[in-house]
């Protein structure tokens, strides 16, 4: 209603002041004024008379002059004292004008003598000033005023005089006045709407015609004509024959439209936007690393942006006050005539950047419609529309599996989407894949609707604390002030149970929560009776004692704000889930795993495989890690980035990834959560390289192709990546334009250097999995580069130019995401590469490498690729095939660790070797032959594989047979939708996720738990549920991530300190910051105002104890943009000289363990949050239907 | 709950007070169909300002992680949220005629009170205390008290407890909630069970002299309801206690269960479009329900 409301202000408002206090000349007896007017009139009838216009500037001149005087009077005068209750009657003068006819008159004259500009600017004003000024009396209601006025514009519109440049502003004026004067009278509305046909032909509503070329400029023009049309449209939603009019006519139509005469009105806005998209910038430049959504700050400076959106909340406004057939209409043309012509291939594009700035508008635009009907059509758009047989949806699915940026972005959409609790949102996502109920045992079924009574399974999220960051908890532990004793019976009779020892007191929750608001200290109840017994759990405890935050927040005060905030969660889930029940309580259905009925839901869609078209980003995908925890890295040597690359790897090996990745030819991917029985499976069976999607994308867009064989090489793993390699090496001309692309194929060639002469794809087998860990690194690697722009430039050698826009950085790090798998193995090099991209060149030696060179060779090359991948990640260098050792790095650090991993991967690359002489030959060709592998896999298992995609066979399968996927898993493969195996997987990954990675994340997650419908909160949050071994379990995927930090807590010594200063840091700096914006809270629709005062604070996150956490989290989220350096600093802060001084690879292994500490902080609020969401559940009460209960 | 015009409930707190005032006919017992949606609200009661609370030595001991990882511990969080759970079954059972409150000096305690609508107990309004073991749900059934013994034969004539366990010889988490123990106390008034009886009078006097039973179920009755004014027997300001019918005070009340509505806490958050749905019913289609989709 903004709009309305401040329509008002302006036109009348404006006026009132004049017309309240008239003043001077005009205020005289109405009888002067008449004479004095008719005095005028005799003057200007006696030129107006003369047979032939006469082109005498004298007369012009005159004939002006007096116009203004009479138009004056008129304006001034007030109506004849009204003959008791009727209408008043005209004043004189007005009585003259209409019986004299005279505005025709004057204005025929003008139009007879030809109409300059100069008269025609005049007339302009002078109605306008007419219509803004009468106050008295009803001016337009006259047709003597009327139609004058009409045949003024009517010129206006003709073809052949048009209106001035000049004369614009006076035109919309004019209009802008007309309209609030028709708002005011509508009778007016009526008038015209009878009037303007017979005179104007086709193009009636004039008014129409005139201002809708204006709806689309900047500044004020563009404001006061959407503001008068908005009025228009207002008037018109009352009036039947006026709104199908305009509906129905174009008479908005003003453009040239031959047969498009009709419905021009609409297409007119509609195409507006298309336009106006159209000169939006294709890449957003980005400084903070942790940017991931537009903000009104940060779009206010884009005059582009500012003048689309400002079409767009036009559009909202007249959804939301249009007739309905007027909203329809325009809906229509919305959604035909910009999203999908437009807004679908933008979102499509193949350059990393124009998918970021897509995505980004997009969330924009979701964030800022308010009127329902359009909010649908936007999301009918992301849901149903399919652009290349992909829907929207899926495509950006896909990008979430990217990396960095576009990852955030995606993420940050996906947020905005499931911010609107929306059904049709989330059965696409999420329920229609649960509906069947497939993914739980059979006998598990009813046990969906079962709400945990007892908290076991938030007792089991909070077991997952890893114990390394349970440190500060301990000491508080001993204080523990219990006072009050809510669960004690008090006087109850006795109760004969000789309960065991009541754990701890109930009562904490209340107790806690009146020292809260009391803001005493600790202990604040009663004698306090230490239960010694109860010592926190934190300290020793083994079950995670739920309580403990409590305790510790009393006793630690150093810590306190950190360890806190159990209840702080409590709180924040209740309403949270309140929130969203209450927002679903007009589902159609419960979803509770009985309505709708599983056997009558459709079967979901099977894996992806066909569907993403859009290239992976394999880093994602890559993730694997699974149990990995269990075996900590034996090398202590903390440091060696290799060193814990290779013991995650190792681990990760065990594993089996978890997810296996397919990729299509079309770059389709498809994710399979794999049973670990696969994962056994696999490794037995050489994993065959994958087929990498490399030639084909290749050929298509070098970026494509970069994205594609990125996504495919970090799918498949290490197996895939070097068949992809080779492919594109040797027949992919580099192409070294594209950045991405050449990031990835260096990955590649990384990849394959690394496995020397082995590395053919034979050893993929081995390495797939061994990737996949890999991958994971380095995508966090990436991610770090990406946070700090400085160190990236730095290594970066000679790419001045990535330093500043990390956004630049971001990009090449998707598309150098393969890199990550290279990575792997290399650990030290990866953190290099990351920040340096390799350029494509590299592809083509890397295959060389491989597959032809001796081994020694292949090592050297292989370090060289690397070299020159860094090199080439500089942003805007061409590839440099050869030379890349130039440029100033210091490559020597890292190369004898490199050397290590190599002779690892050359270890096992010969074994694998002997095994596939094939490979090879495979891969040029076919790509992989999944058979084998296939063959080996049980039938059953076709999954649609997951991102890491591992080499399986599908993977080739797929790639070749792109779309129909002939692997594709029986239907009655449990799946559990891409959102959840990609969020999983992306979860999984958490310790090499950005901070601001696993802020999104865990946010995201925590919405979807929020969620009350049994299906999806018993997939997330019923720790007992049982599943189908090949459905990954949210508890599953946390495990491993408890069980990857603890790994690396064990393996730095120094951990505890890290996480103490993490912890510290983040909740000082969100101190800092809370006390300004508290009631920021930002609102999920129109962020952007409110965002826009807050202080940035990286601390927010952490400090939940003071505010509600999830809050917390989303205000840290948009505070954290502010905080363009707030990585480096933070980093230097942690760790310091991190920064500066150093190898390369120090800076990358500090980049590493930073993120792997934050991770360790930000897991273990989401593990309280999820905890609380848990218990939450079991409290809440649903809302009834609203048109039981409400409004 | 037009049941009696002369009193009416309320507790001492400002706690709003679910209302099912739908009023049902004695006889059905059955449980309310958990589709129905009670408007009542829950929550934690809320803390008086200045109510000190009681706090009582903890006992000592936590229990042992059972050894095959199940939790046989329950942190205070959950003990207080399982009875918060239990609570908020309770609400969504809807029993008839039955309202009971936590008491704000411990959770497990819950004060009740039943009205009898038909049948021999009619018009009784019988206050009760719920006890429940604090090693819930692992512990025995829970306890019910009447405040005065209800002559039945089976509430004890001198403690007034309701023999409760002979429903629920084992309390059995997960399969046994305290809305049915409710629900059990509600059901002896209108199903006579003299077996085993707590007060053997009272049973004999069923099988042998009905009529006398009768008279003495009346007397019993009146004299519960002769002192539903008195202070509650606990001192605690969640303790359910009746006052005469006040217009000043009550009907501003009663109008507020009526016209309540319950909303999120935070409701003010956001304006948000809720409700979202295009969702057909039984289609599972999204943008199934409507009209007008762009025609393409």
């Not at chain 1, 009779?493 to 009146?514: G, K, W, Y």
């Not at chain 1, 490979?919 to 084998?932: G, H, N, T, V």
Request: glycine letters at 6%.
């Amino acid at each position: 209603m903004s709009w309305l409301s401040r329509l008002n202000p302006r036109g009348p408002g404006s006026r009132t002041g004049r017309s309240a206090a008239p003043s001077g000349p005009c205020t005289a007896d109405p009888e002067t004024c008449l004479m004095v007017f008719e005095n005028h009139w005799r003057q200007v009838s006696w030129v107006l008379e003369q047979q032939e216009p006469s082109s005498s500037s004298d007369d012009l001149t005159a004939v002006r002059n007096h116009t203004d005087q009479m138009l004056c009077l008129l304006a001034e005068e007030r109506p004849a004292e009204s003959a008791e209750g009727g209408a008043a009657p005209m004043g004189p003068i007005l009585e003259l004008v209409v019986t004299e006819n005279i505005l025709e008159r004057l204005v025929q004259w003008h139009l007879r003598r030809g109409l300059d500009s100069d008269s025609q600017g005049a007339l302009l004003k002078l109605f306008e000033m007419l219509i803004g000024q009468s106050q008295q009396q009803p001016l337009l209601q006259h047709t003597a005023v009327l139609h004058p006025l009409l045949r003024l514009l009517g010129a206006c519109a003709d073809p052949d005089l048009g209106c001035p440049l000049a004369l614009e502003n006076s035109l919309v004026l004019l209009l802008n006045q007309i309209c609030v004067s028709m708002a005011r009278q509508p009778v007016v509305l009526e008038m015209l709407f009878r009037a303007a046909p017979a005179q104007q032909g086709s193009t009636n509503l004039l008014i129409f015609s005139l201002l809708v070329p204006f709806i689309h400029r900047d500044g004020a023009i563009g404001q006061q004509a959407r503001d008068a049309l908005l009025l228009v449209m207002a008037a018109s939603a009352s009036n039947e024959a006026v709104a199908r009019y305009i509906a129905e006519n174009s008479y908005f139509c003003p453009l040239p439209p031959p047969e498009a005469v009709s419905r021009a009105s609409s297409q007119v806005l509609a195409t507006g936007l298309s336009a106006l998209y159209s000169s939006l910038p294709r890449k957003i430049e980005v400084r903070g690393d942790d940017w991931h959504a537009l903000r009104r700050e940060d779009w206010m400076s884009v005059s582009s942006l500012v003048l689309f959106m400002n079409s767009l909340e036009f559009c909202n406004a007249v959804v939301q006050i249009a007739h309905p057939l007027v909203r329809s209409q325009l809906l229509d043309y919305l959604h035909n005539g910009f999203l999908v012509p437009v807004m679908g291939p933008a979102l499509h594009k193949s350059s990393v950047d124009e998918m970021i700035a897509s995505t980004a508008y997009l969330d924009l635009f979701l964030r800022s419609v308010s009127e329902t009907s359009l909010l649908k059509t936007f999301l009918r758009f992301i849901l149903l529309h399919r652009h290349d047989n992909d829907t929207i949806l899926d495509t950006l699915l896909t990008r979430i599996s990217s990396n960095s940026r576009l990852c955030m972005v995606s993420l940050s959409l996906f947020r905005t989407l499931l911010s609107l609790n929306c059904e049709d949102v989330m059965l696409q996502l999420v329920l229609r894949y649960l509906l069947p109920c497939t993914h739980v045992m059979l006998s598990q079924r009813q046990a969906i609707r079962v709400t945990d009574l007892y908290g076991k399974s938030a007792d089991k999220f909070l077991s997952l604390i890893p114990e390394c960051c349970r440190l500060n908890a301990a000491s508080s532990a001993e204080r523990d002030e219990d006072g009050a004793f809510w669960g004690k019976v008090v006087n109850s009779p006795s109760i004969e149970s000789p309960a065991p020892p009541r754990p701890s007191t109930p009562s904490r929750l209340a107790f806690f929560i009146r020292q809260q608001s009391s803001g005493g200290g600790p202990g604040g109840g009663g004698p306090s009776t230490p239960t010694s017994t109860e010592p926190p759990q934190s300290g020793a405890s083994h079950p995670p004692c739920p309580d403990s935050p409590m305790h510790q927040q009393l006793a630690n005060t150093e810590c306190l704000d950190w360890d806190s905030g159990y209840l702080e969660y409590l709180k924040d889930s209740r309403q949270g889930i309140e929130i969203c029940s209450w927002a679903c309580r007009d589902w159609s259905a419960p979803y509770d795993g009985e309505n709708p009925s599983p056997n009558v839901a459709a079967p979901p869609p099977p894996p992806p495989t066909s569907n993403p078209t859009m290239a992976m980003f394999p880093e994602h995908f890559s993730l694997q890690q699974g149990g990995s925890g269990s075996t900590p890295p034996p090398g202590q040597q903390r440091a060696a980035v290799v060193a814990v690359a290779r013991s995650e790897w190792s681990s990760s090996e065990r594993d089996s990834g978890e997810w296996d990745v397919t990729i299509g030819k079309n770059n389709c991917i498809s994710l399979t959560p794999r049973s670990k029985k696969r994962s056994l499976q696999r490794e037995e069976v050489l994993p065959k390289p994958l087929p990498r999607l490399v030639p084909s994308s290749s050929s298509s867009s070098s970026t494509s192709s970069s994205s594609s064989s990125s996504s495919s090489s970090s799918s498949s793993s290490s197996a895939t990546p070097l068949s992809s390699t080779h492919a594109a090496s040797s027949p992919a001309p580099h192409n070294p334009t594209s950045a991405v692309t050449v990031g990835y194929q260096a990955m590649c060639n990384g990849m394959a250097g690394q496995e020397d002469g082995c590395s053919d794809n034979r050893d993929r087998g081995l390495e797939v999995k061994k990737v996949k860990r890999d991958l994971g690194e380095q995508q966090y690697l990436d991610e770090n580069a990406n946070q700090n722009g400085s160190l990236v430039t730095c290594s970066s050698q000679g790419c001045a130019a990535l330093p500043q826009s990390i956004f630049n950085d971001s990009e090449m790090s998707d598309a150098k995401s393969p890199r990550p798998n290279q990575i792997p193995s290399q650990g030290p090099v990866a953190p290099l590469v990351s920040d340096a991209k390799p350029p494509a060149g590299d592809a083509s030696k890397p295959c060389l490498a491989s597959s032809d060179l001796p081994e020694a060779n292949q090592a050297q090359q292989s370090v060289e690729s690397l070299i020159r991948e860094l090199l080439e990640q500089a942003p805007g260098e061409p590839q440099l095939p050869g030379d890349s050792n130039g440029q100033g790095i210091s490559i020597e650090a890292f190369t004898q660790e490199l050397r290590e991993l190599e002779d690892r991967v050359r270890e096992r690359g010969r074994a694998a070797c002997q095994q596939e002489e094939t490979a090879r030959e495979c891969l040029s060709s076919e790509r992989r032959q999944p058979q084998q592998e296939e063959e080996q896999q049980p039938p059953s298992v076709p999954e649609p594989k997951p991102p890491t995609g591992d080499t399986k066979g599908d993977g080739p399968a797929l790639v070749f047979g792109s779309p129909a996927r002939p692997l594709n898993k029986p239907a009655s493969q449990p799946y559990t939708g891409p959102f959840m195996v990609v969020l999983f997987a992306k979860l999984e990954n958490m310790l090499q996720n950005s901070l601001y990675v696993n802020i999104l994340l865990t946010g995201i997650v925590a919405q979807l738990a929020c969620y009350p419908q049994p299906l999806l909160r018993s997939f997330l949050l019923n720790t007992n549920m049982v599943f189908q071994p090949s459905v990954k379990s949210l508890i599953q995927v946390l495990g491993s991530v408890k069980n990857r930090i603890e790994a690396f807590a064990a393996s730095h010594e120094d951990f505890p300190a890290m996480l103490k200063k993490a912890q510290q840091y983040l909740v000082a700096r969100g101190k800092v910051d809370w006390a300004d914006s508290p009631a920021a809270v930002p609102n999920l629709r129109r962020s952007d105002s409110l965002v826009k005062s807050r202080k940035p604070s990286l601390g927010e996150l952490i400090l939940r104890h003071t505010n509600s956490p999830t809050r917390a989290r989303h205000a840290a989220q948009l505070a954290l943009a502010h905080v363009r350096d707030g990585g480096q600093s933070l980093h230097s802060a942690l760790f310091k000289g991190g920064a500066g001084a150093g190898s390369l690879e120090k800076q990358a292994e500090a980049l590493r363990v930073k993120n792997a500490v934050y991770c360790a902080v930000v897991f273990c609020e989401f593990l309280k949050e999820l905890a609380a969401l848990a218990q939450e559940h079991a409290v809440t009460l649903p809302f009834p239907h609203s048109q039981e209960a409400e409004e | 709950m037009n049941l009696n015009p002369f009193w009416s409930m309320s507790a001492n707190t400002s706690r709003k007070q679910r209302t099912d005032s739908e009023e049902q006919s004695g006889h059905s017992e059955q449980r309310a169909s958990p589709a129905r949606l009670p408007f009542g609200k829950k929550q934690l009661p809320p803390i008086p300002k200045n109510a000190a609370p009681i706090t009582k030595p903890a006992s000592t001991g936590t229990l042992a992680p059972s050894a095959n990882g199940t939790h046989a511990s329950y942190g205070p969080f959950y003990l207080e949220y399982s009875l918060l759970a239990e609570f908020t079954l309770v609400i969504k059972q809807k029993l008839p005629g039955i309202y009971v409150q936590p008491s704000y000096k411990s959770a497990l305690m819950w004060f009740g009170v039943i009205f009898i609508r038909h049948g021999l107990y009619q018009d009784g309004v019988f206050k009760f205390t719920v006890y429940i073991p604090d090693n819930y749900p692992d512990g025995e059934c829970p306890k019910l008290v009447f405040d005065i013994p209800v002559f039945h034969p089976l509430v004890d004539p001198v403690s007034g407890e309701l023999d409760v366990r002979r429903a629920f010889t084992k309390w059995r988490r997960n399969h046994n909630h305290i809305w049915q123990v409710l629900m059990y106390a509600r059901t002896i008034f209108y199903k006579i069970n003299t077996t085993e009886p707590l007060n053997p009078e009272a049973a004999v006097l069923y099988e042998k002299d009905v009529q006398l039973f009768k008279s003495k179920v009346v007397d019993s009755v009146k004299l519960c309801n002769s002192h539903l004014f008195d202070q509650p027997k606990m001192d605690d300001p969640y303790a359910i206690s009746f006052s005469p019918w006040n217009p000043a005070v009550h009907e501003e009340a009663k109008e507020r269960m009526f016209t309540y509505k319950r909303r999120p806490d935070d409701h003010h958050k956001g304006t948000q479009v809720s409700g979202l749905s295009w969702v057909k019913p039984g289609s599972m289609q999204p943008f199934s329900k409507d009209d007008s989709p762009p025609q393409s």
